[in-house]
Each structure stands twice: as structure tokens, then as C-alpha cells.
């Protein structure tokens, strides 16, 4: 019965130890796919002045975002590589695609 005990204790413990990691990892990839979709969206904005900041939409690629939920994509790979966006501003009927490295630089901008 103590044995129960401390083993219930002790998964507590550690699971109350690796949440919180997990939801800070979390934290850390989403401020960096804000921050690397805000390099898009600058370029958009340059791009295309006059548009307002609401009808330009950037968006975390999809097959990104697959690997991040999955699992297979993380923060250090973010880190290491950086991310791929969409982007499209409806008024100007025009969409795209955007990839900006880990230090912020756009290394691929295409558009229609």
C-alpha cells in the first residue's frame, strides 16, 4: 500500500515537472512563428502599400504546422531553420508563399 503511495507521488511529481517545460516550449515556438510571420508580413506591407494591416494574412504553412503538432518538428528546429508561411491579401487578389530563416531574413518570397 505505501509503495502505491509513493509511486502515485512520485508520477505526480513528475509529471507537475514536465508540463510546465512543455507548455514553455510551446510558448517559445508560437513567439517565434510570430516573429518570423512578422517578417512576412513587413515585406507585404512594403509590397503592397496603402493595404491596411488587417487585409494582409500571413499564416503558419501547413505542412509546418503538421510537424509541429505532430511532434516531428520543435523548437530547436525553429530555431535552427526557421519557417515557411502563406500569405494572401484578399484586395489585391494576390497570395503567396514566404520562408524566413532563423535570424529573421527572408530567404524565399514568391507570389501570384
Do not use: E
Not at 1 to 23: E, H
Not at 33 to 54: E, F, I, N, Q
Amino acid at each position: 500500500m505505501k509503495t502505491t503511495l509513493i509511486l502515485s507521488l512520485a508520477a505526480a511529481l513528475v509529471a507537475g515537472s514536465i508540463a510546465p517545460a512543455v507548455a514553455d516550449d510551446q510558448a517559445k515556438i508560437d513567439a517565434t512563428l510570430g516573429r518570423l510571420g512578422k517578417v512576412c508580413k513587413d515585406k507585404l506591407m512594403a509590397k503592397y502599400p496603402g493595404v491596411s494591416m488587417a487585409d494582409l494574412h500571413v499564416t503558419v504553412a501547413a505542412t509546418l504546422k503538421q510537424d509541429l503538432d505532430s511532434g516531428a518538428m520543435g523548437l530547436k528546429d525553429l530555431q535552427q531553420y526557421g519557417a515557411s508561411y502563406n500569405w494572401s491579401v484578399p484586395p489585391k487578389k494576390a497570395s503567396g508563399s514566404c520562408d524566413v530563416d532563423a535570424k529573421g531574413k527572408i530567404t524565399q518570397f514568391m507570389g501570384k
